[in-house]
């Protein structure tokens, strides 16, 4: 299902150079705009409305000692802490 999920998450706010109005590389940005200045291969600006967040079910194939990620061999307990900010970010 697809959600409106607002303005930008905190974290991501705090990782913007400037959001709302700021002026990142000398030039206004408008209100609702979201900029990351040191986004590679070039800085990357957009409105907030046409933004979207995309999360894959990383659970089962990623995190789970029985998903594809252990069957190759890897550590996926490690991982596993990434579960509990994804859950707030999708509340």
Same mark, same amino acid.
């Given at each position: 299902?697809?959600?409106?999920?607002?303005? *930008?998450?905190?974290? %991501?706010?705090?990782?913007?150079?400037?959001? +709302?109005?700021? !002026? #990142?590389? /000398?030039?206004?940005?408008?209100?609702g705009t979201l900029t990351l200045p040191?986004?590679?291969?070039?800085?990357?600006?957009?409105?907030? *409305?046409?933004?979207? %967040?995309?999360?894959?079910?990383?659970?089962? +194939?990623?995190? !789970? #000692?029985? /998903?594809?990620?252990?069957?190759?061999?890897?550590?996926?307990t490690r991982l596993?802490?990434?579960?509990?900010?994804?859950?707030?970010?999708?509340?």
């Amino acid at each position: 299902a697809v959600r409106a999920l607002g303005p *930008a998450p905190s974290t %991501l706010k705090k990782a913007a150079k400037a959001v +709302d109005g700021g !002026s #990142p590389m /000398g030039r206004p940005v408008p209100k609702g705009t979201l900029t990351l200045p040191s986004a590679r291969p070039s800085p990357f600006v957009a409105p907030c *409305a046409k933004l979207a %967040l995309v999360m894959i079910d990383f659970q089962k +194939d990623f995190l !789970s #000692p029985t /998903g594809f990620a252990a069957s190759l061999g890897n550590d996926v307990t490690r991982l596993q802490s990434c579960i509990p900010p994804a859950e707030k970010l999708l509340a």
